[in-house]
């Protein structure tokens, strides 16, 4: 029996990745990563042939110091000392993050942003700023209510605008220059549609349920494949509760940049695949809050 091109193997790859994204967007809850602090997941004093081999864990992940660039520039999303999501710094005063970290299933309404705190650079209790969220903007068309739905799963992704500017001294993430291809010259401006380019290579970070007081790299996967015209990424980094809200990177030239952010994950069997957001999609709210 002859073995498949490479090719071939890549073009089913995708075509089975399409499928799941098209399952979820008509079947979805889906799987969101939002982590409860009641909820402590797998002792991690257990030796790994104990641990529960269908239960999928961040213990592979490579953990990083929050004290240097860019990590600091990474932290934790605390919602009223309940939950938490990871969020970034991605202009002096806001933090990217995902919108359904701000919905309460208890009052069944957005939280109110007095509540919400921004810890950057956090790791085992200690931080290297922290700020109040003053305001925020979700997507527009963004249901809470509604949870994981078709509808829903564009619109996932918050700006947060912080009382305190940590971005001056901790530093921000930016996508790479010239990321965003530049509209034609007798094409009037349209924001909303701009198109990306987005290269295969990807690495999400964030603090994961089972090891949430440390910010951890899911390292060497890729983005298998787009939908709604580059808007939605899946990619192969393994997405758990607590990541949503992190940032999907790339490195250009020995620099990290943001090109998109966490949103929920989708679970085949015992493996879960990331799904996340490109900036193209907050990218035009964040250029008018950043004025």
């Not at 079947?27 to 104990?50: F, M, N, T």
């Amino acid at each position: 029996m002859t073995s498949q091109p490479d090719w071939l193997k890549l073009m089913n790859m995708k075509r089975v990745a399409l499928s799941i994204i098209a399952a979820c967007l008509l079947a979805a809850p889906g799987v969101y990563a939002q982590e409860s602090e009641q909820r402590e997941g797998i002792r991690k004093d257990l030796p790994a042939h104990l641990r529960p081999q269908n239960n999928v864990t961040s213990f592979h992940r490579r953990s990083v110091d929050s004290t240097e660039k860019p990590w600091q520039s990474i932290g934790r999303v605390n919602i009223g000392g309940r939950a938490h999501c990871s969020g970034t710094l991605v202009a002096a005063n806001i933090v990217l993050t995902a919108a359904h970290c701000l919905f309460s299933k208890a009052s069944g309404q957005m939280v109110v942003p007095g509540i919400v705190h921004f810890v950057a650079g956090y790791s085992r209790g200690e931080h290297l700023g922290h700020s109040k969220v003053k305001s925020y903007r979700v997507g527009d068309g963004y249901r809470g209510e509604e949870g994981a739905t078709r509808a829903n799963m564009g619109h996932d992704w918050a700006l947060l605008v912080l009382e305190e500017p940590l971005g001056e001294e901790l530093g921000f993430l930016t996508v790479p220059n010239g990321w965003f291809e530049p509209p034609k010259p007798t094409a009037p401006p349209r924001p909303n549609k701009r198109k990306v380019q987005i290269a295969a290579d990807v690495t999400t970070a964030g603090y994961p349920g089972d090891r949430k007081h440390i910010l951890s790299l899911e390292e060497n996967c890729n983005i298998i494949t787009t939908a709604n015209q580059g808007r939605i990424l899946l990619t192969s980094c393994i997405a758990l509760k607590g990541d949503s809200g992190g940032p999907i990177l790339q490195q250009v030239d020995g620099t990290w940049h943001i090109i998109g952010v966490q949103t929920s994950a989708l679970k085949a069997g015992d493996k879960i695949s990331g799904v996340g957001l490109s900036a193209i999609v907050y990218q035009p709210y964040l250029d008018i809050l950043s004025q």
